[in-house]
């Protein structure tokens, strides 16, 4: 079977960091873009970061730039998500995702062809 792995979720203070990983099992996502979301309760999915498939572009919403970080590994065969500064506000179940497909959209949650099943970070003093 095609499965994204999360990992590296848990509880943090405000201001520490966590890196997520987000690992391909039975295929290799050397050839996918690969983007991480989140989604809080009762709020919508948010795009968070994208990664091309070479590793060489990013982006990142407005809203963790200066503060995440998004990486790849091929040799490893996994994405990374490092995530300083952390606020409350990034309290989220955290998603990776992928897509064999170039778009300027990459936000767009539906453009994705792989799900992970999540991983809880919790933000909080």
């Known amino acids: 079977q095609l499965q994204l792995v999360e990992s590296g979720g848990g509880l943090v203070q405000p201001g520490g960091s966590l890196r997520l990983s987000c690992a391909g099992s039975?295929?290799?996502?050397?050839?996918?873009?690969i983007a991480w979301f989140r989604q809080a309760p009762g709020r919508e999915r948010e795009g968070v970061s994208c990664i091309s498939s070479s590793g060489g572009s990013t982006d990142y919403a407005d809203s963790v730039k200066g503060r995440f970080t998004i990486t790849r590994d091929h040799a490893k065969n996994t994405v990374y998500l490092q995530m300083n500064s952390l606020k409350p506000e990034d309290t989220a179940i955290y998603y990776c995702?992928?897509?064999?497909?170039?778009?300027?959209?990459?936000?767009?949650?539906?453009?994705?062809?792989?799900w992970g099943q999540g991983t809880q970070v919790t933000v909080s003093s």
């Open positions: 995702a992928a897509d064999r497909s170039y778009s300027k959209r990459w936000y767009e949650a539906a453009r994705y062809d792989y």
């Open positions: 039975g295929f290799t996502l050397d050839y996918y873009h």
